[in-house]
């Protein structure tokens, strides 16, 4: 960086538009801002502003077609930064400058309505715990229980939630309590040791206002208050975790199962974001609020998707005893996945041969925190791909499916989300989730059961809930001007004209042409297609398209007329259908945190009744997970798993995956002989050492453990 008397300014580079801002970059966003506001600044993030699409497209034209140099015109590279001015009676107004970097100046403010709270940062967790231990009003509290003095305090800080109707709300932050074990092990599991308090802060003014009291009661109880013993942990005992403190023994019958390739991986990493494996040819972008975003996602030369992303998830809790009516996140517009991302380890969180991401956060004064290895991409057998064997010859030709997985995890206190994005060699993509950690509990009174939630240790209650997830697919069906159709297939009566032994069925297939909201259907196998109407295929003479099923699984349970529903509007539909504006990414708004109601979110963009048949639109997923926990999710349950599979329909004019070869595994052995079996008959015979299409040749082994696992630039120095 340069710096006279004028701006700071960023080198002169040509990284891509789509890149995340080096350090350098970070540093030019914040001097601006700090030279234009002249005040107490308290930085929330700072990050690349997306290009308008308008403008990105017509780069990207050049770059697909190979004539990007150093004099192309680019869009401007660009900082979005969010931050707070802080005023002397320490009031806070919330601000969003847009800085160009190759000026170091702001060149557009967005002020935020008084109205909203921005998402909560780390450093106010921080806070949060600060305040608590120093407040008279939460030692008071704590004293009141009368613990144990083998115990200490923990506290998990969470996001107030919705406020009550006609409740005035400044900034606040709210905690769960717990008890942990003085213990010479700091990871002793303090979960199972739940307090009947939530303290409440003023956020701003950094003061513990009130200390919420918990009902504790059980099925016998309702909604009353005051049934506790004075001991409350008095029936509660440790559930550990931790592999020394497991009170049961390691299994030592697991041999180990590794992932080996010896030759490196079969993906490149040609710049700072850029992936091409097989025939596909994407970017990984990362956001302190989305995590993982894939960019520009072309199959074989051929354009599939603009961009991909997780864009929402709540977690509404179904206990009605207050103040338990707040307990709802919003995962990503509360907290930020980007920000609660883990440094993924080498061998335990992706196998193989492995590249990794950085991201590139800030701190509260705006400075750049490099957040090491938060996102990873390695390959994966997946099982069979396709196979057939010719029953007259006995001819086997069989091929291993193998995917590419882009994957990040968060940890937001007691869960974590695992969240994958998997590439095939069909052509599919799969969007995946998996959500594990600890299920939230409260103290419940000793021998009783609620109808809130299930015990599962004794004195924790693990409390219903849901967890409903929004991802959103901006489809580039071999161009921008697409058409969503949904397809139904229908039975037909029995008649004598057009089916007149009653086995036929239709397929329905309806254009949408307005913005819409829709509901799965699987008795109707409704299938959700993205289409490009102006190019067919010639074989099937239907439009080029990707299809997903749309999971039929239970949306939010709230009633219509709550607070909890209505600042998740997202959440009453599976697919929305929308037309495309820049900056329009988030399900539930831009502001979720102390929302009453979505603002901004998908339910006011099909509101708008946009044309969106052969134009840029967008369709957003929802579905969910209602999570009536079992003791089988105590202490940290096994992952549950959804996936949505986006499969090309019509896109190809055959199997696309036909020339994968069929590879022999030369580590797969026989248990009880002493010769390696036959593998798939490639070449009509027992051996198939034919080369070429269903060849069996030698070939990376492909097994699931940590031991083996390298990464990429160890290899061949991407």
């Known amino acids: 960086m340069s710096a006279a008397n004028g701006p700071i300014v960023a080198k002169k580079t040509h990284k891509h538009p789509l890149d995340q801002l080096s350090g350098d970059e970070v540093e030019v966003a914040r001097q601006a801002v700090l030279k234009v506001r002249k005040a107490h600044l308290i930085f929330r993030n700072i990050y690349t502003v997306e290009p308008p699409k308008a403008e990105l497209v017509e780069f990207l034209k050049a770059e697909h077609a190979g004539t ?9 590279r660009q900082a979005r930064v969010q931050y707070d001015v802080v005023y002397d009676d320490q009031s806070h107004e919330y601000l969003e400058s847009i800085v160009d970097l190759a000026t170091g100046s702001e060149v557009n403010l967005k002020r935020v309505d008084t109205g909203v709270q921005q998402s909560l940062t780390l450093d106010e967790f921080k806070e949060f715990n600060e305040v608590c231990v120093e407040s008279e009003m939460f030692k ?4 009141e ?17 919705g406020p009550d109707v006609g409740e005035i709300t400044p900034r606040y932050t709210q905690g769960l309590c717990f008890a942990k074990r003085r213990h010479e092990n700091p990871d002793t599991n303090h979960y199972a040791f739940p307090l009947p308090i939530i303290p409440v802060m003023d956020t701003n003014k950094k003061e513990i206002i009130r200390i919420d009291r918990l009902a504790t009661g059980g099925t ?6 005051g049934t506790a013993d ?6 509660c005992r440790p559930a550990e975790y931790v592999p020394e403190l497991l009170d049961i023994p390691l299994r030592k019958d697991l041999k180990p199962l590794n992932v080996l390739q010896p030759d490196g991986p079969s993906f490149t990493m040609s710049d700072d974001s850029l992936i091409e494996w097989q025939k596909w040819r994407f970017r990984v972008g990362f956001t302190p609020r989305e995590g993982a975003v894939l960019h520009d996602v072309h199959y074989d030369g051929r354009s599939v998707l603009y961009r991909l992303s997780l864009s929402e998830m709540t977690v509404p809790y179904g206990d009605p005893r207050p103040p338990f009516q707040r307990k709802q996140a919003f995962d990503f517009g509360d907290s930020g996945a980007g920000r609660a991302a883990n440094n993924l380890a080498l061998g335990c969180d992706c196998l193989g041969v492995i590249k990794y991401f950085d991201g590139m956060l800030v701190d509260s004064e705006g400075r750049p925190s490099v957040s090491k290895n938060v996102v990873c991409i390695h390959e994966q057998d997946n099982g069979i791909g396709w196979k057939h064997t010719d029953f007259r010859t006995n001819r086997a030709v069989v091929t291993r499916s193998r995917e590419l997985v882009v994957q990040f995890i968060i940890t937001l206190a007691n869960y974590e989300y695992i969240f994958a994005f998997k590439f095939d060699q069909a052509g599919g993509i799969t969007v995946e989730t998996r959500a594990t950690g600890i299920v939230s509990v409260v103290n419940i009174d000793p021998g009783k059961v609620s109808p809130y939630g299930n015990v599962v240790s004794p004195g924790a209650l693990a409390q219903n809930h849901q967890h409903i997830f929004a991802v959103r697919i901006d489809p580039a069906i071999d161009g921008h001007a697409n058409t969503i159709f949904t397809e139904e297939s229908l039975p037909v009566p029995m008649n004598p004209k057009t089916n007149p032994f009653g086995n036929g069925y239709e397929v329905v297939r309806k254009p949408v042409t307005k913005s819409s909201a829709i509901h799965a259907s699987p008795f109707t196998n409704l299938t959700v297609k993205m289409a490009n109407p102006n190019k067919i295929n010639p074989i099937s003479q239907r439009p080029v398209a990707y299809k997903f099923i749309p999971s039929p699984s239970q949306l939010m ?6 607070i909890v529903a209505k600042r998740a509007a997202f959440a009453h539909h599976h697919v929305w259908v929308t037309k495309y504006r820049d900056e329009e990414l988030f399900a539930a708004g831009e502001f979720t945190n102390q929302s009453l109601k979505e603002i901004g979110g998908v339910a006011d963009a099909v509101a708008r009744n946009d044309k969106v048949d052969n134009e840029d639109v967008v369709v957003w997923n929802v579905f969910g997970l209602t999570h009536n926990p079992r003791v089988e999710d105590w202490p940290v349950m096994p992952v549950e798993i959804h996936q949505l599979e986006l499969k090309p329909a019509d896109f190809f004019e055959r199997n696309p995956a036909l020339d994968v070869p069929g590879t022999k595994n030369l580590s797969s052995v026989e248990i009880g002989r002493d010769e390696n079996g036959t593998c798939c008959h490639t070449d009509g015979t027992t051996n198939g050492t034919a080369n070429g299409n269903g060849s069996v040749q030698a070939a990376p082994t492909s097994h699931l453990q940590g031991t083996g696992s390298i990464r990429v630039a160890d290899v061949n120095g991407h």
């Open 68 to 76: 990007v140099s150093a004099d192309t015109p680019r869009p401007p």
């Open 140 to 143: 008071q509290a704590i004293k």
């Open 145 to 161: 229980l009368d613990l144990d003095e083998k115990f200490d305090i923990a506290i998990d800080p969470w996001p107030y939630g």
């Open 220 to 225: 016998e109880d309702g909604l009353e208050y």
């Open 230 to 235: 004075k001991n409350v942990l008095e029936h």
């Open 557 to 562: 349970l709230a009633d219509p007329e709550s």
